[in-house]
């Protein structure tokens, strides 16, 4: 069974930055053909995605509100996915979430404004909290 295990998360104040990573489990051979991302929800509102990656080409997407300021990277060795967050805002506050889709066509713009749960695996969430 695939098991995503996030961490990094924390309080920061505003123009701080934050590293999140995202490691799937067990199945190794299945990093390079998944879409892999990071939703954020914000009290109130619905998950939305904000970045996503597909690992086999380190093609990369990025939200509006994010892009210029929140950079994916990833570690094939250890099938992990980094997302650093840098110039942190108070709107920036939620619940993070990690996710992977193993039957993403590698479209990731596509797969991050499509994609909901419950298709794919998602991690337990890790909260952000920027203070003004």
């Known amino acids: 069974q695939v098991e995503l295990v996030e961490s990094g998360g924390g309080s920061v104040q505003a123009g701080g930055s934050l590293r999140l990573s995202c490691t799937i489990s067990p199945m190794r051979y299945t990093f390079d053909w998944v879409c892999m991302g990071w939703f954020r929800q914000i009290p109130g509102k619905e998950r939305a995605g904000i970045a996503g990656?597909?690992?086999?080409?380190?093609?990369?997407y990025y939200d509006d509100s994010v892009k210029g300021r929140f950079t994916l990277s990833q570690d094939n060795a250890e099938s992990t996915v980094y997302l650093q967050m840098n110039d942190l805002r108070s709107d920036d506050t939620g619940i993070y979430y990690c996710?992977?889709?193993?039957?993403?066509?590698?479209?990731?713009?596509?797969?991050?404004?499509?994609?909901?749960?419950?298709?794919?695996?998602w991690g337990q969430g890790t909260q952000v909290t920027v203070s003004s």
């Open positions: 990656i597909y690992p086999h080409n380190g093609m990369t």
């Open positions: 996710t992977a889709d193993p039957k993403c066509s590698g479209n990731v713009r596509e797969w991050l404004l499509l994609h909901r749960i419950p298709h794919g695996h």
